[in-house]
């Protein structure tokens, strides 16, 4: 009766009458399973793979009840034992032990196949999470952009809402790097990824591009309140930055309306106008050329 990696089956036992949990302990106990018949016995680093119990009051192993909140978010199956009415498996007050085994048996092996199918969610979700997020900032990275921006410009087809797209970029980043090295660098980034993604709206959308530059799309602005936006971000970003006073450019584009052909002519027209800011003198925002 192993559940997984030759680990003795947990299985914990519990009745208000002592005598039945000692007659059901009796017909599980063998070599590969270990049974529990104090659940405040049982080590709280791990949750048993099966209760067993006829449900006497105060031992509610019904789902959400006090006994399985002990272990949240774990698969634990429950052999219910008459006059118990809930449990994955019920069976009669005089089960026999050949009946309680097999039964046993076979809700470890469903409660094992939920086990591995939990674990293969959480690994995929995992995963996910790391090839869209950029490891150093936690921002979505270039992949996660450019998975939004398709998900935004397919799902707003139509939308007369306007769009705004801008880069934002460290004045002098590779001299910081040099004079004050890679890790000082990294912190620097760290800071100013925090600081876009805590004054940004809720429905902006911030990235980490690679480098020391960072992109974002604002929606619903004119020229006006997207140019006041973008330098608030860009104040609020360089703020406080760790070892040195940091400076930044953004340069922007604006569009009436949601392309339904991507961002691509977008983009490029924001870059254009970030090298503008840059050589007028760094530390600025700069719109693109209508």
Not at 67 to 79: D, F, H, S, T
Not at 90 to 106: K, M, N
Not at 156 to 171: K, P
Request: glycine share 8%; proline share 5%.
């Amino acid at each position: 009766m192993l559940l997984a990696m030759n680990r003795p089956l947990q299985i914990l036992v519990l009745s208000a009458d002592p005598a039945r949990v000692r007659r059901w302990s009796q017909f599980l106990a063998d070599r590969d399973t270990q049974v529990w018949e104090d659940a405040s016995e049982f080590p709280r680093d791990r949750a048993p793979d099966l209760i067993v119990t006829d449900g006497s009051p105060g031992l509610d192993v019904s789902a959400g009840g006090s006994l399985l909140e002990a272990w949240p978010g774990c698969e634990v199956g429950v052999v219910a034992i008459a006059p118990a009415s809930l449990g994955d498996v019920v069976l009669p007050a005089d089960v026999t032990p050949r009946e309680l085994r097999l039964a046993c048996r076979l809700l470890a092996e469903v409660v094992r196949w939920r086990r591995e199918c939990h674990y293969g969610r959480q690994l995929q979700q995992a995963l996910s999470q790391l090839a869209f997020t950029d490891p150093l900032t936690g921002l979505p990275n270039r992949r996660a952009w450019d998975e939004q921006l398709r998900a935004r410009t397919a799902r707003g087809a139509g939308d007369t809402s306007s769009v705004c797209l801008a880069v934002f970029d460290v004045d002098l980043f590779k001299s910081i790097n040099d004079r004050f090295g890679h890790i000082a660098g990294d912190e620097i980034l760290c800071h100013i990824g925090r600081r876009l993604a805590a004054a940004r709206r809720e429905s902006d959308l911030v990235a980490r591009l690679g480098g020391d530059e960072f992109a974002l799309l604002l929606e619903g602005r004119n020229a006006a309140t997207a140019a006041a936006d973008l330098e608030a971000l860009r104040t609020s970003a360089c703020a406080g930055t760790p070892h040195l006073k940091v400076t930044a450019c953004i340069g922007f584009a604006l569009s009436p309306v949601l392309p339904s052909v991507g961002l691509d002519a977008l983009f490029e027209e924001a870059d254009v106008a970030l090298r503008c800011a840059k050589l007028s003198g760094r530390n600025r925002t700069v719109a693109a050329r209508p």
